[in-house]
Structure formats: C-alpha cells, structure tokens
C-alpha cells in the first residue's frame, strides 16, 4: 500500500492537495531529454515507485522526449490514482535534432494540450504551466495572449487548473488579471536565490512555489560550503540542498527529478532531514 505519510506532508491549492516532495519526469527520458530511455524497465521502476512511496505530484511535459515521458508515464500508472496530480507544461517543442524551440502560438499551445491529453491517456489535466521564459531566466514582454488561450482551454473544461514557468512578479500578476495561478515554477536553489521576492510573494498568495535545478549552477565556494554542512548533518548535499528548500517555505513543492530507483528514495528521505537554526543560517549564507 502507498505510504500516506510523506515526509514533508502535504500543501493544499485550490481543490489540490499536492506531496510537497514530487518527483520531475525530465530525466526518464533520453540523453539530453530526448529520444526514449536507455532502460526503459528501470524508468517505469521509478514512476511506480514513486506512488508507492506516497508521491502525489509527478511534473511532465510533451516535449520532454519529445512524448516519451507522457507516454511512459501512462504505461506505469495508467489508470491513475484518484489523488495523483500530473503537471505539464506547454509553450516549447524540439527540432529534429533535439534543440529546445519556443511554440507559444495560441495554435501552438492548442495543440500542445491536446498532444498532452492525448499521450498522458487523459480526458482533462490537472495542471498546465505555460512556460513562457527561457531556460533559466523570465523573458521580458506580455504574456496575456499565451495565457488567454489556456484560460479559454480551462473554460472548456481541458484544463482544471493553470500554472507559470520561468516569469516575473509582473508577468504572474498579468496573468492573475486573466485567470487564477496555482502554481509558479521557477529556477531557485540555496545557491540561486534571485527569486527570494517571488517565493514570499506566492506564499502570501496561497500560490505554489516549485523550483526546479534545484541542486545546479553552484560555484566551487558555495559547493564547499554545502559539503561542510552536509558532513555537520551526517547526510548528502543533496539531502541538505532539498531539505532546505523544504524549510524555505511552506508552499514550495520539490519535483527533483532521478532514473532511478535508489535516488528517489534518497530524495524523498531528504524530506525528513531536521535542519537545526545555526545550520540554515549557514545555509541561508551561501546564496548572498
């Protein structure tokens, strides 16, 4: 029977009661995040694992693959859990090469959905983050007519709920001016701490915070830093990285993504690690 006692419990958006440690499906697929994976019995390990551990919140995208892991996805849990939210994201495609393009058309992001609806084996998603920046950083400008034609997809009962990737505090509020946002996924890591504004703001909000890289772009100084606290704790830097992104705020959600069976277990054991004040503060200490 899957555990209901997740460490890191749970945060409640909306008609949406979300695992606050997920897991993030980019890694099942390809090299890259392309093409199929190289064990395809070991990806659908971890998705079944992952329910079994408790998780309720598995994060996807079309183009992740591009396809592959939707359709992973579907093999390994399909029928779904009643309680299981999947959150994909849409306003990208690859080339036949594997580039990450923009596709942020309203005939683009029309046929996203439908591409996720259809290789997810759903009716309607729980949640669709428009991704609307660049990799690792917002793009300036307006969003409201990528937003606008999500916001009449959910009208059509596609979509149940909306979300955000890679934006500002400006373009969320946009966006909010159209139509309610869950959830807002942006780079943000102990070391990348450029969203510190964003992540309050949300929480005042009852808005999920769900950072992802949330163990990259560490500088040799600050990944010292992390391994001496690591070794203070007796536990991994990546338990540390995870776990105080946990105690960041109460509506962060982590989506750490893994191939593996082992790796996910020791993600989800990060949720319970307990990190004393002299150690947060030291942690605290490495983004300024």
């Given at each position: 029977m899957p555990s209901r006692d997740l460490p890191g419990g749970t945060y409640r958006v909306a008609d949406l009661e979300f695992t606050r440690v997920g897991l993030g499906a980019m890694q099942l697929a390809g090299p890259?995040?392309?093409?199929?994976?190289?064990?395809?019995?070991?990806?659908?390990?971890?998705?079944?694992?992952?329910?079994?551990?408790?998780?309720?919140?598995?994060d996807t995208a079309d183009f992740y693959g591009p396809r592959v892991t939707n359709e992973l996805i579907r093999e390994a849990l399909a029928p779904y859990p009643g309680d299981l939210h999947i959150v994909t994201k849409v306003g990208a495609r690859r080339d036949s090469r594997g580039a990450w393009l923009h596709a942020r058309t309203p005939a683009e992001l029309r046929a996203q959905v439908h591409d996720n609806l259809r290789h997810l084996g759903l009716s309607a998603l729980d949640v669709v983050n428009l991704r609307a920046g660049a990799v690792e950083a917002p793009e300036p400008g307006s969003i409201a007519e990528q937003?606008?034609?999500?916001?009449?997809?959910?009208?059509?009962?596609?979509?149940?709920?909306?979300?955000?990737?890679?934006?500002?505090?400006?373009?969320?509020?946009?966006?909010?001016?159209?139509?309610?946002?869950?959830?807002?996924?942006?780079?943000?890591?102990?070391?990348?701490?450029?969203?510190?504004?964003?992540?309050?703001?949300?929480?005042?909000?009852?808005?999920?915070?769900?950072?992802?890289?949330?163990?990259?772009?560490?500088?040799?100084?600050?990944?010292?830093?992390?391994?001496?606290?690591?070794?203070?704790?007796?536990?991994?830097?990546?338990?540390?990285?995870?776990?105080?992104?946990?105690?960041?705020?109460?509506?962060?959600?982590?989506?750490?993504?893994?191939?593996?069976?082992?790796?996910?277990?020791?993600?989800?054991?990060?949720?319970?690690?307990?990190?004393?004040?002299?150690?947060?503060?030291?942690?605290?200490?490495?983004?300024?």
């Open positions: 890259g995040v392309f093409g199929p994976p190289q064990d395809r019995d070991a990806a659908i390990a971890v998705l079944r694992a992952a329910v079994d551990l408790g998780i309720r919140h598995i937003f606008e034609t999500l916001a009449e997809l959910r009208q059509q009962g596609l979509i149940r709920h909306l979300g955000l990737s890679t934006v500002t505090a400006g373009q969320l509020a946009e966006a909010q001016s159209i139509a309610p946002v869950v959830c807002v996924q942006n780079l943000y890591n102990v070391a990348r701490r450029g969203d510190d504004a964003l992540v309050d703001l949300t929480a005042r909000q009852g808005v999920a915070f769900v950072p992802y890289f949330p163990l990259g772009g560490f500088s040799p100084l600050q990944s010292d830093a992390l391994e001496l606290a690591a070794k203070r704790l007796g536990t991994t830097p990546t338990a540390v990285s995870l776990a105080w992104l946990l105690h960041r705020s109460p509506n962060v959600l982590l989506i750490p993504g893994t191939s593996s069976v082992a790796h996910l277990r020791e993600n989800v054991t990060a949720a319970a690690l307990e990190l004393p004040p002299d150690a947060t503060a030291a942690l605290d200490a490495i983004g300024r």
